[in-house]
């Protein structure tokens, strides 16, 4: 008896229960370009990447000068910017705006927003220009859409920056119960929504805390302020309005922060924690697809006691955490400590260790199943994929290797597999499947449709024997 399985029905059962760990990347180092003096010490800070893979940040350096003291160094940046070229990324420093420089920020246009000498900056079209005449020294550019509205700050006020011929600065207000507040606004997205930080200081205590703000700006002139709670920080926002960051965890002493989400969409919206994320952690990045990278802090617990190990980049998707150390080849001598930003593509903007030296790289996420010309896969149907793809199709499945792209497998081929043998390969794919399962009830449900398969390729098999 040969069992019709339909791919299609087991990924609407299983639904957004399967674990979804089962997600492959590709890592491409990001170098250090050439210091601007010989002999410089040097490090990165990749910050944003946009959807043509492009990366920006900054260098870290140690400018060394000679005195009456000696030889004295201090420490300095540079706006830096990383281009996708044949496979890797090419480096290269920003100048202008030179030294004393970061790059916070890249759109889809290429517009590139950030710090330099006190001051904010973009540039925009390939050309640098100078904000100061707008946005005086003490201020910051840190968000960028892509209409090239830019957001800040300038001083302690929250500030936005419009494309010429509009109205070009806008301070923000204040959220609500604010007392004088330090404002900064760190993200905005297409639709206009600006979300960000404030600081409360308590005069009498000196003690203080931080919400977060969300403000729509609205055409007719209806513009909304939302008072988002407290958090440590307001980090990315995606275009349908949801923000992530984190919170503080004061009924977990040592657990510093907790990553949280906040979708603006709601009646009343406030940050809440993730989960499934654990302490210890922050969300850094979010797409347009919903996921979530940052880092989290393994642990066990001990005697009562949780012991937290090092710290490692997540990927949140799927209503699961993802451990990215588990979606790279073991033999690359990686260990990702932090994920800070994300595209809707999926790449994955990473800092690590490689071989126990500090290393930037993007995580390119493979496709499964399919042609590398596809669109990237729901994680579930990839997950089904391969467990059953090599067993459901005639000569026309794929398996993924420790490393590198998918590679056609033909199970049949010389075996001349009968259907009864093929559905007993079937039956055990499901059960491979269901072990991946971490709702109890739907892990039966599948586990029961496996067995059931089982037994009757069991017993067709026998009967063709008999």
Known sequence: ???????????????????????????????????????????????????????VGNLNFLRFTDGPLGRLGARSTIAAIWNPQGGAMRASRLDPPGIGSIAFAI??????????????????????????????????????????????????????????????????PHPPNAHAPITVATTVNDGARIAGECDHMDAGTGEGSKDGFAYQMDLTGDDRMFDLGEVTRVTDMNEAGVLVGA???????????????????VEAPAFQLIAEVGPRSAALGVNDRGHIVGYYTPRFEFRGTYIYLEQSAFLYRGGARIDLNDTIPPTSGWKLNEAVAINNA??????????GEPRWAVLTPNTIGLPSNEPILDPRLDLVRWFLGAVTQDGGGWGLPPAGPPVPIDPWGPLHNTPEKRDLLVGLAIHAVAARVHDPATQEIVREAAIRVLRESVEGVTRIRR
């Open 346 to 355: 999926g790449q994955i903007v990473v800092r690590g260790k490689q071989h």
């Open 1 to 55: 008896m040969r069992i019709d399985f339909e791919l299609g029905r087991l990924v609407d059962l299983l639904g957004p229960r399967l674990d979804t760990t089962f997600v492959r990347h590709t890592i491409t180092e990001l170098p250090v370009p050439a210091p601007p003096e010989p002999g410089q010490s040097l490090d990165i800070r990749p910050r944003d990447i946009n959807e043509q893979g492009v990366v």
């Open 107 to 172: 759109n889809d246009r290429g517009t590139i927003v950030g710090v330099h000498n006190r001051a904010a900056y973009w540039i925009r079209g390939g050309v640098f220009e100078d904000l100061r005449t707008l946005l005086p020294v003490h201020s910051r550019a840190l968000g960028v859409n892509n209409h090239d509205h830019v957001v800040g700050a300038q001083a302690n006020e929250a500030v936005s920056y419009n494309v010429p011929g509009s109205s070009p600065v806008f301070r923000l």
């Open 247 to 265: 919170i503080p965890l004061p009924e977990q002493p040592g657990a510093f922060e907790h990553a949280a989400i906040c979708p603006l969409a």
